[in-house]
């Protein structure tokens, strides 16, 4: 299959499965904002981060590395996955018996059987995932993303009205649907197979490590950059702005959820053609062109809608979280440009570059956070995670072209930033002819980007109508 179609097959049906389920959960937040207060949500919050926090820890970052290795043609599955899930077993038996001394953390102490289980959850559904998109089974992994929406919002309804259980209902609902994804996978791809403590091997075991140990302290890292933002809001400004600055997140979760589902088929894709080397710096040059402009337009174009999405998805007492989205649209912006150069990593299993680009950053965020919450508040947190990124994105563009030289389109990125940069100073600080500006901008941000949009737009056309 031609490599295009291919990256484009895979990204149309993962977006299926996406899409249908993550927007669901957009329509529930009137609920989750109309049912927990603003502290509330923001505990809430604190809780789900601790945990992602622990995640990799609990791992050891095997899921990475059974993503990796199986979805190399020359592997042994079964020896990858059985590998993986002995791992998996054996550090999950070791978390659990360090868990009890999660309740000595300020803030968690009521909550450490819930991160415990929680952890666990999404570790064995994320390995179970991981192993089904590596060998490309797209349909498969696509269902099982609505089932798991569609199961979290089952049983958030289920915890949050008539039974009542706040918080602990809100982070219960994730895991649970969790534990029921892993069942269904186990069942429906009968993932039993592939299982055996026969044919685990230490060899396999090791090479894996090798891989995988680098990625625990970078997702860690990108942890930090990700969150300690918001335990330093919370401290320094108060539970209640942490909840504003939480829920603020949920419109550039939009630009998020674009980039990921093209992120997850984007990977497969720059595995498989990593073999001539010409012809994947030609590849990566013409999709990150189109990739850029595609964010930078989202994110364009999402700018002035953000009041207008705030009263739509959120509760009225939520509503002064709209002033940290433009931000925070920018930051996810560049979150994504940094996860598609970071797959360069990923093809050439340099995962310690990985982590040091990602140790710079969230040293920076870290700074950042310090230097500008106390004065700024929450938007200082907002800002800082923009810079933080935007760092990241220079570093591993200028590093990554060691292994993989490709066109980065500096002046394109650069003019693209700038735009978005006009738009917030008008939009947050509510300037004079605001309007006109969004419209102005929005329209140079086509005039920039177009072309390369249309190009690929009528290549998939051609290749639609050939077919």
């Known amino acids: 299959m031609d490599r295009y179609k291919k990256l484009l097959s895979n990204t149309l049906i993962l977006s299926i499965g996406t899409f249908s389920s993550k927007l669901l959960v957009y329509f529930l937040m009137p609920l989750y904002t109309a049912i927990l207060s603003t502290e509330q949500y923001g ?19 095997i899921t990475h590395g059974v993503f990796r290795f199986a979805a190399d043609e020359e592997e042994n599955n079964k020896v990858v996955f059985s590998s993986g899930v002995s791992v998996l077993l054996l550090s999950s038996a070791v978390f659990l018996l360090v868990s009890p001394f999660l309740s000595f953390i300020p803030y968690l102490e009521s909550y ?31 269902t099982q993303g609505i089932l798991g929406t569609a199961l979290t919002i089952a049983f958030n309804l289920l915890f949050l009205i008539p039974m009542k259980l706040g918080v602990t ?108 080397r010409e012809e994947v710096s030609n590849f990566f040059s013409a999709v990150f062109e189109r990739y850029q402009a595609i964010l930078f337009l989202g994110c364009s174009v999402l700018i002035p ?11 009225d007492s939520y509503f002064s979280a709209w002033t ?16 598609f150069i970071g797959t360069i990593y990923t093809v050439k299993k340099k995962t310690m570059m990985s982590l040091v680009t990602a140790a710079f950053g969230a ?3 870290i700074v950042l ?71 102005v901008m929005i329209g140079l941000i086509l005039a920039i980007n177009g072309k390369s949009l249309i190009s690929a737009f009528m290549k998939i056309l051609k290749k639609i109508v050939k077919n």
């Open 363 to 365: 040293i920076l965020n």
């Open 112 to 142: 450490a059987w819930l991160i415990a289980f929680y952890v666990i959850s999404s570790n064995f559904h994320t390995l179970a995932k991981e192993y089904i998109r590596a060998k490309g089974r797209m349909k498969l992994y696509a």
């Open 305 to 315: 809608f953000t009041p207008l999405a705030t009263r739509i998805l959120l509760n």
């Open 169 to 276: 209902g809100y982070v219960l609902s994730v895991a649970v649907a969790d534990a029921v994804g892993t069942l269904f996978l186990i069942i429906y791809a009968k993932l039993y197979k592939d299982f055996s403590f026969k044919f685990a091997s230490k060899f396999k075991i090791k090479e894996m490590l090798k891989y995988s140990l680098p990625m625990m302290p970078t997702t860690v890292i990108w942890w930090i950059t990700n969150v300690s933002d918001r335990f330093v809001v919370t401290y320094v400004c108060g539970s209640a702005e942490n909840g504003l600055y939480s829920a603020a997140y949920k419109i550039p979760t939009v630009i998020a959820l674009v980039a990921g589902v093209f992120n997850e088929a984007w990977q497969l894709s720059a595995i498989s053609e990593s073999k001539d």
């Open 324 to 339: 940290f989205m433009p931000v925070l649209l920018v930051a996810t912006v560049f979150s994504s440009l940094v996860t």
């Open 369 to 439: 956070n310090f230097a500008l919450i106390p004065r700024m508040g929450a938007q200082g947190a907002g800002i800082a995670t923009a810079i933080s990124y935007f760092a990241v994105f220079v570093l591993r563009a200028i590093h990554s072209k060691k292994f993989m030289p490709f066109n980065l389109k500096a002046c394109k990125v650069a003019l693209n930033t700038l735009i978005v940069i006009v738009q917030i100073i008008f939009m947050v600080l509510s300037l004079p002819y605001n309007i006109l500006v969004q419209i």
């Open 43 to 61: 505990t809430a919050d604190l809780i789900t981060n601790a945990a992602n926090l622990l995640i990799p820890f609990c791992c050891i970052g």
